[in-house]
Nanobody
Framework: QVQLVESGGGLVQAGGSLRLSCAAS????????MGWFRQAPGKEREFVAA????????WYADSVKGRFTISRDNAKNTVYLQMNSLKPEDTAVYYC?????????????WGQGTQVTVSS
């Protein structure tokens, strides 16, 4: 199993940008599609974005399409999420995980996540 550590969150005004990073341990990192998920207070965790093993294919939740960009660097065992034009509704704890069935998390254990707070 891959161990995951998220970072890069913070407090930003609406319209601002943040770049999240997810550092993964484990030799099999590059064989998994990887994704970002988020959980807002009082809500279920939801899919945000994913990237295939090579980085050549990406897909997004409708709510972030055109504003967020996911990428990966297999040499560094790291997945990124560039978030632009942030909105207050993007406020959540963001987590990364391997992805299966397109938008479902693969591993049952999660990292600590990174908090993103967008003020209006």
């Amino acid at each position: 199993q891959v161990q995951l550590v998220e970072s890069g969150g913070g407090l930003v005004q609406a319209g601002g940008s943040l770049r999240l990073s997810c550092a993964a341990s484990g030799r099999t990192f590059s064989s998994y599609p990887m994704g970002w998920f988020r959980q807002a207070p009082g809500k279920e965790r939801e899919f945000v974005a994913a990237v295939n093993w090579s980085g050549g294919s990406t897909w997004y939740a409708d709510s972030v399409k055109g504003r967020f960009t996911i990428s990966r660097d297999n040499a560094k065992n790291t997945v990124y999420l560039q978030m632009n034009s942030l909105k207050p509704e993007d406020t959540a704890v963001y987590y990364c995980n391997a992805v299966q069935a397109g938008t479902m998390p693969k591993f049952s254990s999660w990292g600590q996540g990174t908090q993103v707070t967008v003020s209006s």
